[in-house]
């Protein structure tokens, strides 16, 4: 539905699609797993045997790239977050546009 339709309803729509939003945040989530440097250890030799995995969220504070080792409940509400993220950028990136829909058709009076 877009706001051609009723734009009224349509801003509702979009409204209920962010409410179930708990955490909101930008960036990116890494999963790494890591050689020790002990030679007799088994990660040496054996990719399948490194540690980890260990989880880092990589993101801009002000002018500064943060990261942050996180554990795994840590990384999967930030993953959640990200995706809520991106899809609020979305929503409003077409909200945007159809707006200047809305706008556009708008009769202008006449002088």
Known sequence: MGPSSNPK??????QQALE??????????????R??????????TDPDARHGPYFT???RDRDRVIHHILTRNQ????RTAILNYRAI???IARWDRDSTTVI???????S
């Open 9 to 14: 309803r349509w801003i509702t729509t979009l």
């Open 20 to 33: 179930p939003m708990e955490c909101v945040c930008s960036g990116s989530l890494f999963t790494r797993t």
């Open 75 to 78: 990384a999967q509400l930030v």
């Open 89 to 91: 950028r979305r929503i």
């Open 35 to 44: 050689v020790c440097g002990k030679p007799n250890c088994r990660c040496a």
């Open 57 to 59: 969220w990589a993101h």
């Open 104 to 110: 556009l058709a708008q009769k202008t009076p006449k």
